[in-house]
Structures are given as structure tokens and as C-alpha cells.
């Protein structure tokens, strides 16, 4: 009679205290590095995998491949010339750096935004959700096999794109939030084309549902695969969709209302189950909410206004000694940026939590032993990591 | 709110004056070392700060000293606390909370190699975390130059022209300065 | 932007500690027998690359080009942010395959290296056992304004700043970063340029082997590996 379950009869046993005698020399367990060259990886990271079987009983990450030292770099640059660069320490969502350091900077210098830049800063934050989703989703399917999803949703994040092209200039860093405001208006037309894009999101994603999350072989690799335990959700500082799968319906958007959230109706989709499936539930009906709210916000959009405050002259920008701290939800939790500044023109001190840093170091390390060879790639796209975020 | 958590922790604490410039919800309170771990663990179990945000670090050079920044969340009340810790810059010894937040000893790693800040006891400390055959000082001190570093490391190409705004425009509007 | 510090000096004197399990050591094997072990030697083949010949008749050498101009396949190896705009190229909208050009897993089977952005020095050297593993004809294109000058990160203690100091590039596109329609006009060029026989950046690196070598060594401080990764 064929079993699902493996045989580990010839497995090693773990001491008294529950955790393996890991000792290479006997033979029976073997040094694997997954990455950083590797298509199951989610970026450029690479996890030390110490496997016996096709068991990983020891995991380790290994970061810094993408290391640019902006926290540096910014200390040398005043505080407009940080603007350009801050958008870079994320690809898939660029735009959550550029508020965070816009807002902080704000914070810090007393600047009053105007509610047609907040409208804005809200929209392009929605976009950008929708935009990083796309990808983890495609990601998802891509780790487990299904291909096809990946391509369609590409497309879908594409489309997407154009609208970025058309209201910023660019496809993938904006550098459109910049302190003090945004950089433009709303084009002509454009919500008619955005409606259209959403729409075409939509018939996208109903076909997603079909061949994905209702698909037999998906359902069963991922239930009850890589269980976080919500106990551990303090103490390991998970935040975003990875909370939210456990129930506990963590959302900076609802727990402490930022720039237009609080006159916005939408609700925070919670599972209890707290594996990849529920993870990856989350985030497809977050992409339902990102789709309404990005209609509502089109609705709601004031017909006009200024979109800068004033600003004292750039190039002699002082800021008053003070520090402070600036969090928003992206799509993998909470962003935020810390910023000290000492009464001169440049930042004493920028850091920038992403939320990445705690899910893919201390919970992924501790998420791995146990787990099947194959279900390692499908686990990191899980938990969405990211990695500039951990060593910027 | 913040106001009523920080008076029943003052006299006991011996806590500095609560920094309450920045931001609705947020603030910031100095904080002696020996006290840092009690005033933690009372954050935590009984205020119910139970998200620890970031462990940072701040070089303030001119002063010779370094400061840690705990910054801990309070999801229930929406309060986010900020607790400034000044460590001497030469003889930089940080405790280790991992045992309160494992995910902490991720941030000691790195301030460890950032900063050069050492913290006793904390699992893997000493391994390398982003650098990787780094011989230099810890490049977040700043007196660390990264623009010197750079430039004695790596040549740049001919025919790079770099251009400072402030002279730029100062060479448009006041050609005569 | 603040001045430069005058005074800053790099410190050069301070070597880095050769790691204890790279260093030379006698094993006893399971049956009995003692061995010296030399860890950062490649028992396999220890011989630096050599430069590939072109064969005598241009006509059969054009003809070996066309083959190789009308198959790029690229490694999937994302080293920068670059390789965000890679995944829009396998989809229908930008559709790469139709020029010949496709992902592989695994550098055996690529023959076309993408430095997608900047290289930290810890990626630095991965690209560089990458690029030694590759099969030849091999081909690098250094993708973004980061290679070609340091771009963004000029001022940055971490990346390097020309790409072609470690690795013979054979084309540039430059952007930050470059659009899909970017790169499909870069893999044209690269197109172009191995058709006409100009694309001899494996021949080059085996040429200057050693100046190779020794700028990679100059940043790579913990050097762990054999001198050439066959």
C-alpha cells in the first residue's frame, strides 16, 4: 500500500532535549546551500541547508549580497538628494521608502502636506500593494511548478506599470513622494484607464482562482506546511500577511490610521490556519481590498489642489535637532523609517525596518527544520521576504 | 495615555524626561542602563508593548558616546515607545535581550558588525551577517568615510563629471562670488 | 552633499585571517588511511582557461557565430534590482523567446551572464565562480548605469564601480533601470556584435588572466576558492 507519508524509520533521533546531534562526519547528514543563484530563491539570499534524507533538519540565511550601505550613503546626502536614492532599497514596491522618508522628514521639519498630495500619496501606496501582490502570487505558483500563473499575473502587474508610466514617468522607481508633496496632478482620463486595468486585474485573477487555489496538487503542498505558531508572532515581530493568516488581524492601516486610510472603507481578511495556504489566501483577497480601495480613492479624489507645500530652499535645508518614527502597512507588514537628525542640513541617522528583516532571518531559521526539501523555496515565497530590505 | 505609563514607571525607573516632540502616539524616554532590562520586560508583560519595532544604533561621535534606540509598539493603545540607552564609544558593550525577543538578536548581529557595538551572550554574534572579508572599521561609525573608502578602493571611470547643486546654482545666480 | 574627509585613510595593513577550514590539513579517511587535504585546491583541474582558436575558414567561423548570436540562453541569476524587468521579457507582451533567448537554472547550460545592477563584493565573487563555471562561448552584459560607473552608488564602500575590471563585459545598457524595450535592444546589439566576431570577452579573459585575477583578489579580501572554477 502506497503512503503519503515518508518512511524516517532510518532517521536519526533527537536527544532528550527534542534537538538533533548534527555531526557531518558520521555520514548520514549532508551541507546543501540553496542560492543564491538559485530560481526558488526570492531575490539574491541564499539559506545554508543541513539535510538528512530529503528532510532539512538546519537552516541558516546567509544575507549581504545586496548590501549598498544606504544608511551611509544618506548621511552624506542632504536631505533632497536622499529622495532619489530611498526608493531603491525595495524593487517590488518602491514607493513605501519614498513615504516613509517624505513623511519622516516632514514629521521632523513641521511640514503641513495638502490633502490633494495625501489623495495621491494614498493612491500610488495602493498601486504599488497591487503591483508587489502580483508578484508574490506569481511567485507562489512559480515555487510549486505552476508556471502559467506567474506569466498572467506579470501581465497583469505590467498593465499596471503603464499607469505608473503614465502618472509618474516610470515604470519601476517613481520617485514621485517627495518631502513636502508629490510631483504632479492626475492626468486626463486616467481613471477610466485605470478602471479598465482593473478590470482586466479581475477576469485575471477569477481565472487565478480556478487553476491555483482551487487546484488539488497546490492545495495539498501547502496545507498544514510551514505552520507558524501564533504565540511565536510577538516575540518574532511578525507583522502584515503572515499575521493575519493566524488570526490576529495586524494592519498599520486600521491600527494606526496614516495619511487618508481613516476615511477609506475596507476590512482586514484574516485566516486562522497560519500555513502557506493561508498566507497566500491573505494576500489574494488583500488584492480584492487594494482593488476596491484604489476605486474608492479614484471616487473620492478631490477635484483639485496644490501638490507641494512650501519648502524652505532645497539646497540650504536645515532641520531642527529631533528624531522620530515613521510606519505605514506595505505589503509584507510594517515599513518604517527611523530618522535622527542633529539641526544640520544632512541626517544624522536614517534606519529603515523592513519587515523582511525579522521574517526572513530569526523566523525563517527557525520555520525550516522539519520541512521537506522542496518546500523550502515555497515557504520563503510565503513568507514574502524580501531581501534589500534586511541588509539595505 | 503615554503620559499615565511613563508616571508609573519614573520613580521606579529613574527615567529621564519623556521626548514627546515628534509625532502623536509616539515618544521617546532616557533611560539608564542598569535599569534597561526591567523596564523592558515591565513594557512588556504589563503595558503591553509587546512588538519590538527596531533596535538601532546612533553615533554621536561629538559627544563620545553611542546611543541604542529600542523602539517597542503597543498594538491595543497604538502607542509606539522609544527607549534611548547611551553606551560609552570607546568601550562599547550593549546587553543582550534575545532572551525577551529572539528576533532581537538579529539586530545585534548587525550592530555588532555596523557598529562594532559587542553584545555578550547573543547567539551568533560574531558570525559575519552582511560583510564578508571585512578588515576595515565598522562602516555605520561615522567617522568612517565611505566616499574616501570608495574612491581609494575603486577607480572611477574617465570623463565622470560629478556636479555639487548648492555650486551649481550658486555659479548661475552669484556668477560673480 | 558633505565633503570628503581628507584625513580618512583605508586601512591596508590589516590582512584578513585565512579561515581555519581552508587551511591545508591531514584527514583520516573511514578505512585507516591519512591524506593531505588542500582545501583551496581544485583536484579536478588546476589548468587556467585557454583561448579558443577561430577555425580557418571565415565561412565556417560566421556560420559558428550566427549559431551562437541566434541562442542566448541567460542565466536566472538576479544580482541586483535589474532583474525585476527580466521577468516581464518571458511573458507574451516583451516575449524574448522569439529571439532565441531563454532562462536557465543552472550556469552548465547559459551562455549569457547578466550583471542585473550593482555587485556588492560579496556577489562580486559568486558572479565570478559563475562566470568561470559557464560553458563557452560565454558572454557578459552588464546591465544598468551601476556597472558601467558605479551609477547610484558611487560614493558606495560596498559595490564596485567597473564591472569590466573583474569580468571581460562584452556590452553595456545603461539605465536606471532599463525598460524591457531597453533590453531587448541590448540583446540586438549583443546580436550584431557576435555575428561580426567582436564578442571575445571569454577569449579576453583568458588572455589577461592574471590581470583579472589580481583586480578580483585586490577587493575580494576572504578569497575561498580555487583560482579558476572549472
Same mark, same amino acid.
Not at chain 1, 514629521?107 to 513641521?110: C, P, Q, V
Not at chain 1, 479581475?202 to 491555483?212: G, I, P, S
Not at chain 2, 552669484?174 to 562670488?177: E, N, Q, R, T, V
Not at chain 3, 551572464?113 to 550593482?118: N, V
Given at each position: ?6 518512511d ?6 533527537p536527544?532528550?532535549?527534542?534537538? =538533533? ?5 558520521t555520514?548520514q547528514y549532508?551541507k546543501?546551500?540553496q542560492g543564491?543563484?538559485?530560481?526558488g530563491?526570492?531575490g539574491?539570499?541564499?539559506? $545554508? ?10 537552516g ?9 550601505g544606504?544608511?551611509?550613503?544618506? $548621511?552624506?546626502?542632504s536631505f533632497i ?6 526608493c531603491?532599497?525595495c524593487?517590488?514596491e ?9 513623511a519622516?522628514?516632514e514629521?521632523?521639519?513641521?511640514i503641513?502636506v ?8 494614498t493612491?500610488? =501606496? ?6 508587489s ?18 506569466q ?8 499596471m506599470?503603464?499607469?505608473f ?22 492626468p486626463?482620463?486616467f ?11 479581475? /477576469? ?16 495539498r503542498?501547502t ?6 505558531d501564533?504565540k511565536l ?6 507583522t ?9 488581524a ?13 476615511q ?25 481590498v487594494?482593488?476596491d ?6 471616487k473620492?479624489f ?9 519648502i ?5 535645508w536645515k532641520i531642527? /535637532? ?6 505605514g502597512?506595505?505589503?509584507?507588514? $510594517?515599513?518604517?523609517?527611523? =530618522?535622527?537628525?542633529?539641526?544640520s542640513g544632512?541626517?544624522r541617522?536614517?534606519n529603515? /525596518? ?9 523566523l525563517l ?9 522542496s518546500?523550502v523555496a515555497a ?12 541588509? /539595505? | ?18 521626548? &514627546?516632540?515628534s509625532?502623536?502616539?509616539l515618544?521617546?524616554v ?5 535599569f534597561?532590562r526591567p ?6 508583560d ?10 538601532t544604533a &546612533?553615533d554621536?561621535?561629538?559627544d563620545?558616546?553611542f ?7 503597543n ?6 515607545l ?17 532572551d525577551?525577543?529572539?528576533?532581537a538578536?538579529?539586530?545585534q ?15 551568533? &554574534? ?5 560583510l ?19 574612491q ?5 571611470r ?8 548648492r555650486?551649481?546654482?550658486?555659479q548661475?545666480l552669484?556668477?560673480?562670488? | 552633499m ?9 586601512d591596508?595593513?590589516t ?5 581555519? !577550514? ?31 582558436q577561430?577555425s ?30 527580466m ?5 507574451p ?19 549569457l ?6 555587485l556588492?563584493?560579496?556577489t562580486?565573487k559568486?558572479?565570478i565562480?559563475t562566470?568561470?563555471q ?12 551601476c556597472?558601467i ?5 558611487w560614493d558606495?564602500?560596498?559595490?564596485i564601480?567597473?564591472?569590466e !575590471?573583474?569580468l571581460?563585459?562584452?556590452l ?11 533590453l ?13 566576431g567582436?564578442a !571575445? ?5 583568458a588572455?589577461?588572466?592574471?590581470w583579472?585575477k589580481?583586480?578580483?583578489k ?8 580555487p583560482?579558476?572554477?572549472?
Open positions: 500500500m502506497f503512503s503519503f507519508q515518508p524516517r524509520s532510518q532517521y536519526p533521533a536527544g532528550p532535549d527534542g534537538k =538533533l546531534e548534527i555531526d557531518l562526519e555520514g549532508l546543501l546551500w543564491p543563484n538559485h530560481p530563491m526570492t539574491n539570499m541564499s539559506v $545554508e541547508l543541513t539535510v538528512c534524507g530529503d528532510e532539512v533538519v538546519e541558516k540565511t546567509h544575507v549581504g549580497y545586496l548590501h549598498r544606504f544608511e551611509k550613503l544618506m $548621511e552624506r546626502r538628494q536622499c529622495f532619489p536614492i530611498v531603491r532599497i524593487v517590488p518602491p514607493d513605501f521608502n519614498e513615504y516613509c522618508y517624505a519622516a522628514v514629521n521632523l521639519a513641521g503641513e495638502p490633502e490633494y498630495a495625501n489623495w495621491m500619496r493612491l500610488i =501606496l495602493e498601486m504599488g500593494r497591487f503591483n501582490y502580483m508578484m508574490a502570487i506569481g511567485g507562489m505558483s512559480g515555487a510549486l511548478g505552476l508556471g502559467v500563473v506567474g498572467w499575473l506579470t501581465y497583469v502587474r505590467d498593465i506599470l503603464d499607469r508610466e503614465e502618472l509618474t514617468g516610470a515604470r519601476i522607481y517613481h520617485m514621485f513622494i517627495l518631502p513636502g508633496g508629490v510631483r504632479g496632478h492626475l486626463e482620463g481613471k477610466d484607464r485605470m478602471e479598465e486595468v482593473l478590470k482586466t486585474a479581475e /477576469r485575471y485573477l477569477a481565472d487565478v482562482d480556478k487553476v491555483m487555489f482551487s487546484n488539488a496538487v497546490y492545495k503542498r496545507k498544514g506546511v510551514g505552520y507558524i501564533p508572532f510577538e516575540p518574532y515581530g511578525v502584515g500577511p503572515n499575521a493575519r493568516a493566524g488570526g490576529v495586524k494592519d498599520v492601516r486600521k491600527d494606526a490610521p496614516y495619511l487618508v486610510y481613516d477609506l472603507d475596507f476590512e482586514v481578511p484574516t485566516e486562522t490556519a497560519s500555513d502557506i495556504w493561508a498566507r497566500t489566501n491573505v494576500r489574494r483577497r488583500d488584492i480584492d487594494s482593488i480601495l484604489i476605486r474608492q480613492i479614484l473620492k478631490p477635484k483639485g489642489g496644490e501638490v507641494m507645500a512650501e524652505p530652499n532645497v539646497l540650504h531642527p /535637532r529631533g528624531e522620530t518614527y515613521i510606519k502597512e506595505s505589503s509584507r507588514g $510594517e515599513y518604517g523609517y527611523y =530618522l535622527v537628525t542633529d539641526g544632512y541626517p541617522r536614517v529603515v /525596518r523592513g519587515p523582511s528583516y525579522t521574517h526572513a532571518m530569526a531559521e527557525l520555520l525550516i527544520p522539519g520541512t521537506n526539501i518546500d515557504l520563503m515565497v510565503s513568507l514574502h521576504t524580501y531581501p534589500p530590505e534586511i541588509e /539595505r | 495615555m503615554m503620559q499615565a505609563i511613563y508616571d508609573r514607571l519614573k520613580d521606579r525607573f529613574q527615567l529621564g524626561a519623556l521626548d &514627546v516632540r509625532r502623536k502616539g515618544a521617546f532616557d533611560l539608564r542602563r542598569e534597561l523596564v523592558l520586560t515591565e513594557l512588556r504589563v503595558e503591553g508593548f509587546t512588538h519590538l519595532i527596531l533596535l &546612533v554621536w561621535i561629538e563620545e558616546r546611543q541604542l534606540t529600542y523602539l517597542l509598539n498594538r491595543q493603545k497604538n502607542l509606539d522609544g527607549l534611548r540607552l547611551r553606551l560609552d564609544r570607546n568601550l562599547a558593550i550593549g546587553e543582550t535581550i534575545h525577551l525577543w529572539p528576533t538578536a538579529t539586530y548581529r548587525e550592530l555588532r558588525e555596523m557598529f562594532g557595538i559587542a553584545f555578550p551572550g547573543s547567539p551568533r &554574534v560574531d558570525e559575519e551577517f552582511i564578508e572579508g571585512w578588515t576595515d572599521m565598522p562602516p555605520y561609525r561615522r567617522d568612517f568615510d565611505t566616499l574616501a573608502y570608495s581609494q578602493t575603486h577607480a572611477d574617465e570623463g565622470r563629471e560629478t556636479s555639487d547643486p555650486e551649481f546654482m550658486k548661475i552669484y556668477p560673480k562670488d | 558633505k565633503h570628503m574627509d581628507p584625513n580618512f585613510r583605508k591596508t595593513k590582512e584578513f585571517p585565512q579561515r581555519e !577550514e581552508l587551511k591545508p590539513r591531514k584527514v583520516t579517511t573511514p578505512d585507516g588511511q591519512v591524506i593531505d587535504i588542500e582545501p583551496l585546491q581544485d583536484y579536478f583541474c588546476q589548468e587556467p582557461p585557454k583561448v579558443h577561430k580557418y575558414f571565415k565561412i565556417v567561423e560566421d556560420f559558428y557565430n550566427w549559431c551562437r548570436a541566434e541562442s542566448l540562453w541567460i542565466l536566472a541569476f538576479g544580482t541586483g534590482c535589474g532583474a525585476i524587468e521577468r516581464p521579457l518571458m511573458t507582451r516583451f516575449d524574448a523567446y522569439r529571439y532565441g533567448i531563454q532562462w536557465r537554472a543552472t550556469p552548465r547550460q547559459a551562455n551572464l547578466m550583471i542585473s545592477g550593482y556588492s563584493v560579496k562580486l559568486r558572479a565562480r562566470y568561470e559557464m560553458q563557452g562561448p560565454k558572454y557578459v552584459v552588464g546591465l544598468g548605469s556597472t560607473n558605479g551609477g547610484m552608488y558606495s564602500y560596498n559595490t564601480k567597473k564591472l !575590471e573583474y571581460p563585459v562584452d553595456y545598457i545603461a539605465g536606471c533601470m532599463p525598460r524591457p524595450e531597453a531587448l535592444a541590448g540583446f540586438m546589439e549583443l546580436k550584431k556584435k557576435i555575428k561580426a567582436n !571575445e570577452g571569454a577569449n579576453k579573459y588572455e589577461k588572466f592574471d583579472y589580481a583586480n578580483q585586490a577587493v575580494i579580501k576572504d578569497w575561498d576558492m583560482d579558476y572554477n572549472w
